[in-house]
């Protein structure tokens, strides 16, 4: 089916009112990304402290550089570490 822009966001507009839309993932090719930036969403960690940090404080880093430095080898050490 091929809509027009402007019918296509009137139908996404009236599925999500009447909630059968209720969000939206991206995949994204890595390899044709090009220029991207690596971060965390976790904030910084009091270590000293008897707090209880979220787990996304924690491996960011360490997945891109298991998972798209050696395993997939998408980036190399250098451009991981440079994002």
Known sequence: MHLSGTAAARRRNILEERGVVSGYTTNLD???LG???IASDGAAVNLTGA????PRAY???ARVLGHYV???K???LEEATAR
């Open 30 to 32: 890595m390899g044709q």
């Open 70 to 72: 050696h395993d997939l």
């Open 59 to 61: 491996g960011s880093n």
């Open 51 to 54: 707090t209880d940090p979220h």
């Open 35 to 37: 220029f991207i930036s």
């Open 74 to 76: 998408l980036l190399t």
